[in-house]
């Protein structure tokens, strides 16, 4: 059985998504708290690897399979949202919470839009 995912959430999304993960019964950090926000994109994705964290984040460079290979990962969620202001952020999140229970996520790609939500599955790590 899979460990339950810890997750590092993105700067470029309200803090009040760690709280969801958490509240859910994640392991859930956000940059902020880590004090690495406005550090580039490489080194968050270093980081999320060496803390074997899933990255939560609204940054589309993510979903490039090429810079960063999903099987390389414990998980990128990456979301594409028409509406990214914080309620519809949350509203968003908070439906996608229980799918993380039932879905494999070490070694994906997730591709999030508000009305469904596409797995592009890598090696397994």
């Known amino acids: 059985m899979e460990l339950a995912p810890a997750f590092k ?3 470029n ?8 993960l958490r509240q859910a019964g994640y392991d859930a950090e956000t940059v902020w708290e880590e004090g690495i926000s406005g550090t580039s994109d490489a080194v968050l994705a270093e980081v999320c690897q060496i ?3 899933v990255l939560l984040t609204l940054d589309t460079d993510f979903s490039d399979i090429r ?3 999903p099987e390389q990962f414990f998980g990128l969620v990456v979301l594409r949202l028409r509406r990214q202001d914080k309620p519809g952020v949350l509203k968003v ?3 996608l919470i ?3 229970r039932v879905e494999p996520i070490v070694g ?5 839009e508000e009305e469904r939500f596409r ?6 790590k």
């Open 51 to 53: 803390e074997k964290r």
């Open 108 to 112: 994906r790609l997730w591709i999030v």
């Open 9 to 11: 959430v993105d700067e």
């Open 67 to 69: 810079a960063y290979p």
């Open 13 to 20: 999304l309200p803090v009040e998504v760690a709280e969801y």
């Open 93 to 95: 999140v908070a439906r």
């Open 119 to 124: 797995i592009r599955a890598g090696g397994s």
């Open 98 to 100: 229980p799918f993380f």
